[in-house]
């Protein structure tokens, strides 16, 4: 019997408009070549396949472990749906952190879902940041090169701030402790704006 795929039914039909687009039309045109091969399935097919069961599937538990200088360095605030929000302990400069449960060390390496969800966070804890710390300019980034663990720095810059215009790394030399009832009252903010579950300590 003949073997049939979905990569053969892409190939056949020219008006293929799934969320593939044309990659999904250029695997289809290997399909023959790999079930000439002896693959039971095409590329396109298990890439679909792989791709459903990650979407279709909930989240496997995933407890957040953060990395230990993230835990030097910061202050924990608190948890929104998978991602952890940390503040920097030097007051000198507006810097929240958030850390995501996930795997993935570099943005590539993000699926689909996760990489929707963390945008969305990235962007709504952004326009936080930048009214909480009234900045002038906010810098957004993301490097790993000394904590491995995916973590989004959030700084909220002025234009007299102690290193302005040169990045914070290797420039704030100055630097001061958050009050208590500072931390308290982010925490408190971060729940009403954004659904936050609040830490118990900092």
């Avoid at 940041?129 to 491995?148: E, M």
Wanted: contains cysteine.
């Amino acid at each position: 019997m003949e073997r049939h795929c979905a990569g053969d039914d892409a190939l056949r039909d020219s008006r293929c408009r799934t969320p593939h687009g044309r990659a999904h039309r250029a695997l289809a045109r290997c399909a023959q070549r790999d079930l000439s091969r002896g693959s039971k399935r095409c590329l396109f097919c298990m890439m679909r396949a792989d791709r459903v069961s990650r979407l279709n599937e909930p989240y496997p538990d995933c407890p957040m472990t953060l990395d230990p200088q993230l835990l030097s360095d910061c202050h924990l605030i608190g948890t929104l749906d998978r991602a952890t929000v940390l503040l920097n302990r030097n007051a000198c400069v507006g810097w929240l952190i958030l850390v995501p449960a996930t795997e993935a060390v570099d943005w590539h390496e993000l699926d689909d879902a996760e990489h929707d969800q963390l945008s969305l966070q990235i962007r709504a804890l952004s326009g936080f940041t930048a009214r909480w710390f009234a900045a002038d300019k906010l810098n957004v980034a993301t490097l790993g090169n000394v904590v491995r663990q995916m973590h989004i720095h959030l700084i909220a810059r002025h234009y007299d701030d102690a290193c302005w215009p040169q990045p914070v790394w290797g420039h704030l030399t100055e630097s001061r402790e958050y009050a208590a009832a500072e931390i308290e009252a982010l925490r408190q903010a971060l729940d009403t704006e954004l659904g936050l579950t609040p830490a118990h300590a900092a």
